[in-house]
Every structure is written in C-alpha cells, then in structure tokens.
C-alpha cells in the first residue's frame, strides 16, 4: 500500500493532506475532510448520492480514488451555499418538495448544479436525462424534477 | 404523503395548519448537507466494519478461522457465525408455516445461500484495516447444488434452500 500526497480545493478551501493509493475520493471528502454531506449510498457508481463537482463536472465520487483528484478544484453540497444563502436549486428542492428523507439530496442538488451551468433552461427530458445517475428511493422523481425546472426559470 | 399541495380555493377556513402548506423544519440541513444520518456519526475510539462475503451461491460453511484477522493490531474484534447463534435469537419470521420454521441469522450460520451473504464481520479501527484483516478470515466451504432458474423451484428435483421449511415454497 502506496500512500501519496494530494492538494485538493474543496469549496474553496485548499486541502493537502496523504491518503493511501486505494481510499475513495468519497472517503476522503467523508473521513478525512469531515464533509459528510456527500453520502455514500452504494458506493459502486449506481446511486448518485456521491456525486460531487469536480473542476465544474458532476462525477460520482466513490467511483474515482483519491489521489485522481489531485490538483482539482471539488464543490460538495456544503459549497453550494456558502454564506448560508441558498441557491434557486436549494430553495426549490424545500419549496416543490423535492426531498423527504433527504440522503439522496446532495446528489441531486449537485447533478442539478451541473445541468444548470450547461442547459440554463432544461426540458423536463433533459432533466430527466441531467439527474438519470441519481436514485431516489422516497420522495419519487416527480417533484425533484419540477423544483429543478422552477430553479431553471428563475 | 404523495399529496403535498391543496387548491388554493380550498382553503376559505383559515384556521391553524388546516389547508396550508407548511415549510418543512428540517429542509433548511437537508439541502446543505447538514443532516447527520447514521453513518456520519464519528465517536471516540469508533470502529469500522468489514465483512467476509460468500463466494459461492450454495455452500455449506465447513470451518471458519479468524486468529489471523484477530492477531492484526488495530483489529477490535471480529463475530463468527457460530457467536451470532450463540449470542442472538433467530430474527423473527413475519409468515406462518413453513416459512416460519426458517432459522436465520445477521450472519449465514451452517451455510450460505446467495453470493456475497455476510459471514464474518470484522472491526477495526480504521476502514482499510477492517478490509485488509477480513483478507485474513479463513472460510472453507463445500460447494452445494445451485439453482438459478425460480421457476423450477418448485420441482422436486431441485435444492432445498431452507431445511428447517423443507420446502422452497414458503
């Protein structure tokens, strides 16, 4: 077992910190930088809750170690609203209902982001197509995808 | 649950909550990332688990030896199928017979019946550690008959997954 230095900026804030050749970058925003609000729903790429931004494109964080991360720029949920304002997405997902138990949120919020900052007035298929890599299993898709959309007309 | 918003004209009696959407109190965390689920607890001296998984589909567990994994230093402790018998009830069967003859455990005891059913859990203080000592828990096994086609469970000829049932139809 290798271990490796890294610099990540997360939110941010830059991080070095050594991590062992084979712990998940998702372990390592977890454990190690203590953001635990990127979830581990599966951890072998099917649920999405993983998903964070990293140099501006949504990746699902369990299925990449964290010395690939190296030199790159992640945002979590917990960047989103830096200040505690919240984002359209954030307010949207509250107001249309578009979470319940809350796990898969971050994911979704996070995969919406990156939509967003591509297609700035998504199609409910294109939505549908945005946050395809995210598994809800409580609130249902329905009202996930009309807060993304009232996010997107904002 | 599913009906989350009344018709505005529904709403003449405004008394308290009645007809009214109400902001959920704990959206706020949620949609930042500050609810704490069960695993983003951290405690003091925390363990992690790891467990060792059936290989095969049907198999009966022959022996079980954990002293290597349990000589790791950092390894807390590790549960083998025969402690889970010792130390727990069977869960309890929400059916009526034969189903409710069925005797199962948190971990496979005597054997497994699906690949990848927990068989030796193991805790360690560190995630990695708990990974690299399940490496270590020796499991013999003797391959049984499988089955992969459900509709031939039935059939007389074909393995029987629960003894205590005696049947696959449960």
Known sequence: VSDHTIAVTVNGERYEREVEARKLLVHFIRDDLDLTGTHVGCDTGNCGACTVLLDGTAVKSCMLLAPQADGTEITTVEGLAPDGELTPLQKAFSEHHGLQCGYCTPGMLLSATFLLSHTSKPTDEEIRRGIQGNICRCTGYVNIVKAIKAASEQ | ?170
Do not use: C, W
């Not at chain 2, 003449?12 to 609810?35: F, H, M, N, T, W």
């Not at chain 2, 496979?108 to 708990?130: F, K, M, N, Q, S």
């Open chain 2, 1 to 170: 649950v599913t009906e989350t918003t009344l018709a505005p004209e529904q709403t003449e009696l405004e008394v308290g909550y009645a007809g009214k959407s109400i902001p959920r109190k704990e959206d706020g965390r949620l949609v930042q990332g500050q609810g704490v689920f069960a695993d983003d607890m951290k405690r003091h001296g925390m363990g992690y688990v790891h467990f060792v998984r059936a290989p095969y589909a049907h198999a009966l567990i022959v022996s079980v030896d954990v002293s290597a994994a349990e000589a790791l230093d950092g390894v807390y402790g590790t549960l083998t199928p025969e402690e889970v018998v010792e130390l727990t009830d069977p869960f309890f069967e929400l059916t009526t017979p034969p189903g409710s003859q069925i005797k199962d455990y948190a971990l496979a005891v005597g054997r497994v019946r699906h690949i990848g059913e927990p068989v030796v859990a193991v805790v360690a203080a560190t995630r990695e550690l708990a990974r690299d000592a399940a490496d270590l828990v020796e499991v013999e096994y003797e391959p049984l008959d499988v089955l992969v086609d459900a509709r031939r469970a039935r059939d007389d000829d074909v393995p029987v997954l629960h003894e205590d049932a005696g049947t696959n139809v449960v």
